[in-house]
């Protein structure tokens, strides 16, 4: 809804071009907003106005309008003084606060449908009705974009957001909670992953080195329907905790390149703690000293081939057979294989899961 | 501006990955240092923690005398222009470059000041009321530097700023890149994985590798005397040619059924002081620094037999490309050349350029 300030910065404006003073009241006698420190009239007298079926009065020197914000009457404005001029001034200001008024209303109004929307919080019948009250177009390919701030509350991530793609057609922008701006991208035709994984990079970029602030962004996938953004929404929120998770050095998450990550995600905790048990049934990954993770990642790293992980380690390659067969004694996993390698990595990214759900839980 | 200090610096992600591992650099105020490397080396997540984008695990990082570990990018007196940047799309030049000093509630008249005096820098004046779109690529990319000009800081720090424009155009903003720094006298440092970038820009460039720093040092020195294979491959294209040699007890290089190679008493000294005789070096030597002239090959004495696989015009030079012992090698030469694709050609090589590495260390044991 529009603010008290809001109105005071509209009047404030239009007392600078006109030199008339002007107050806002509300229905019931109390001041929104004044261009003066002191006011002259009455709070009953603005109360019977209201109560009047005038739409405007001049009185003890002041023209009386009322301000409406579609049919009812939502507030009273005073211009101070008399005659044509005060008149046509007032009815302008009438004009201006109006406008924006319904133009608030409607934000808000929009605002609002979105979070719903993204929260699951409408009837599908609702969701196209008030789509079309809206002006929302309901047929049209759109992607969800959750950009998270480092720290709560940031106006300028806020701002950056809207200036870039506030004013593009078809764009929706909200917050659903205190880090995170949603973006509801319309796109066209032609989009494809590549280009959203560009702009995921641009906002990222962007809010860097503008607002200089550190953010993670995640997108979902493109639906064709407003019905389904909420799924999109869902997805760019597991993107971002998958990400979260196991690829922690990026900044960027897209839902459809989140591999095994998301399968890991979604298995239940006690089934990972099962399987955690039974790969590693002699040495736990716990127990592992860096000399032993560096080289397994440096080996996964490399595509399992020991000369090129030996060259990277600055180890002859002999050294690297002896740590891998340390390794495969203590586990019973010989990741020079294909079929051990894979458990052994899948086995790893639980680990790192488990770690993730005992920090957070 | 200011000088800056990375000591022992490390970045550990949560699940252990090692991005950064110990990087000790002072950097000097107004210098332009690049970080190069290939992709994932770390070197744009060492930007970041500079930046403040990215905590540091461990170790120190000043900028001038302040240690700016726990300082918010904001409050560290930076400004960044990265790779993927956006204009504002319905703002104008002046308001694009004004954006970020309204956030930061900077006076108008100021923020007016520091506007036109980025836009005179950048040649930008006539065009303060133009939206992006009536913008060339090229203006597009020196808003996008106005940006961070306007912020008046003490350090520049620019990833990869040119990749997302095409190749002429990439060139033509290097040269003005290379201008701004002159004008700005700022500290400057800028990542990329374009060698040639890092060698045309860089005062002195930051050679990475999994997050380990290879060399430091100016492109000149990086260019003639690599520490190691990997600096030596990486900086120079058509990068250095490399073959296994076995070190003869005098000293020199032994190719097996390709030849011998003479190498100078210095070079000769240092691998038999290193107890190198008999055992297997790789040598590198540069495309330009093998001779097919049939005059200078005549006076050498360390040949090369090659048969040309492929030979490329590229107007004032000739690239040859041939095998030798198995490894793939090129020499640049004269455009004069008889050499064709199919033919047999001797090639001097000027052991004075004759670089030597250990083959287990990858350092380098000679230059």
Request: hydrophobic residues 40%; charged residues 25%; glycine residues 6%.
């Amino acid at each position: 809804m529009i603010s008290n300030q809001t109105i005071k910065n509209s009047i404030d404006k239009l007392k600078s071009i006109t030199k008339i003073d002007f107050s806002v009241w509300d229905l019931e006698g109390y001041i929104v907003a004044s261009t003066q420190a002191k006011e002259s009239v009455g709070s009953e007298t603005v109360v019977q106005f209201a109560q009047s079926p005038a739409d405007s009065q001049e009185l003890q020197g002041f023209h009386f309008f009322k301000i409406r914000g579609e049919e009812e009457p939502e507030y009273i404005l005073i211009a101070r003084g008399s005659g044509e001029d005060v008149h046509m001034i007032g009815r302008i200001a009438v004009s201006q606060l109006q406008d924006l008024i319904i133009a608030y209303r409607e934000r808000f109004d929009r605002n609002n449908f979105v979070q719903n929307l993204l929260l699951d919080n409408l009837l599908l019948v609702d969701i196209y009705n008030r789509a079309k009250k809206l002006h929302i177009e309901p047929q049209l390919r759109r992607t969800v974009f959750i950009i998270e701030t480092k720290h709560e509350r940031d106006n300028s991530a806020m701002e950056v957001i809207r200036s870039l793609y506030g004013s593009e057609e078809g764009n929706l922008i909200t917050e659903v909670d205190e880090k995170s701006i949603i973006l509801i991208q319309a796109l066209d035709e032609k989009a494809v992953y590549e280009d959203l994984e560009d702009t995921a990079a641009t906002i990222r970029d962007t809010l860097n080195t503008e607002a200089m602030i550190d953010v993670r962004v995640a997108c979902g996938t493109i639906v064709d329907e407003i019905s389904q953004v909420s799924r999109s929404f869902k997805e760019a929120r597991m993107a971002l905790n998958v990400g979260k998770i196991f690829y922690s050095g990026q900044r960027v998450h897209m839902y459809n390149t989140l591999g095994i990550g998301r399968l890991i995600y979604q298995l239940p905790e006690n089934l990972c703690r099962m399987f955690i048990k039974e790969v590693f049934t002699k040495q736990q990954p716990e127990e592992f000293d860096e000399e032993t993770l560096s080289t397994i990642k440096m080996f996964f790293g490399n595509s399992l081939n020991v000369s090129e992980t030996a060259r990277q380690l600055f180890v002859h390659r002999n050294t690297l057979v002896y740590r891998l067969e340390k390794l495969s004694r203590s586990t019973g996993l010989d990741i020079r294989s294909f079929d051990d390698a894979v458990t052994f990595k899948i086995a790893l990214m639980v680990e790192n899961y488990l770690k993730y759900l005992e920090k957070h839980s | 501006m200011a000088s800056l200090s990375l000591e022992h610096i490390c970045k550990v992600y949560p699940n252990g990955f090692e991005a950064v591992k110990d990087f000790n650099l002072e950097i000097a105020d107004k210098e332009f240092i690049i970080f190069v490397g290939p992709s994932g080396c770390g070197k744009s997540t060492t930007l970041r923690m500079v930046a403040g984008l990215e905590e540091i695990s461990s170790g120190t990082l000043k900028i001038g005398d302040r240690v700016v570990n726990d300082v918010e990018p904001k409050d560290r007196d930076i400004a960044m222009v990265f790779q993927s940047y956006a204009l504002y799309p319905h703002m104008t030049v002046y308001d694009n470059m004004a954006f970020s000093l309204k956030l930061r509630k900077t006076p108008k008249d100021q923020i007016d000041k520091m506007v036109r005096e980025a836009a005179k820098i950048l040649d930008l004046e006539k065009l303060l009321d133009r939206k992006p779109k009536a913008l060339s690529g090229g203006q597009r990319q020196r808003v996008a530097m106005g940006r961070a000009i306007v912020r008046n800081p003490k350090v520049f720090l620019m990833d990869e700023p040119l990749s997302n424009l095409d190749a002429k155009l990439r060139v033509q903003m290097r040269t003005e890149i290379s201008k701004l720094h002159q004008r700005l006298g700022a500290t400057i440092i800028y990542v990329t994985h374009d060698q040639t970038e890092a060698m045309t820009l860089g005062t002195r460039i930051v050679v990475m590798k999994d997050g380990v720093v290879m060399q430091v040092d100016t492109p000149q020195n990086l260019y003639n005397k690599p520490a190691n294979l990997f600096t030596a491959g990486f900086i120079g294209s058509p990068q250095m040619n490399f073959l296994d040699a076995k070190v003869t007890p005098d000293g020199g290089l032994d190719l097996g059924q390709a030849g011998k190679v003479t190498l100078p008493a210095e070079k000769a000294k240092k691998l038999l002081d290193g107890g190198y005789a008999g055992k297997t070096v790789v040598m590198g030597v540069r495309p330009e620094h093998l001779n097919d002239d049939p005059e200078v090959v005549a006076k050498s004495n360390s040949v090369l037999d090659a048969k040309i696989e492929v030979y490329e015009l590229l107007g004032a030079e000739v690239f040859l490309y041939f095998t030798i012992n198995g490894a793939n090698m090129t020499a640049r030469v004269n455009p004069k050349t008889d050499a064709r694709t199919g033919s047999e050609v001797k090639f001097a090589i000027d052991v004075d350029k004759v670089h030597v590495f250990d083959k287990e260390t990858e350092q380098t044991i000679t230059n």
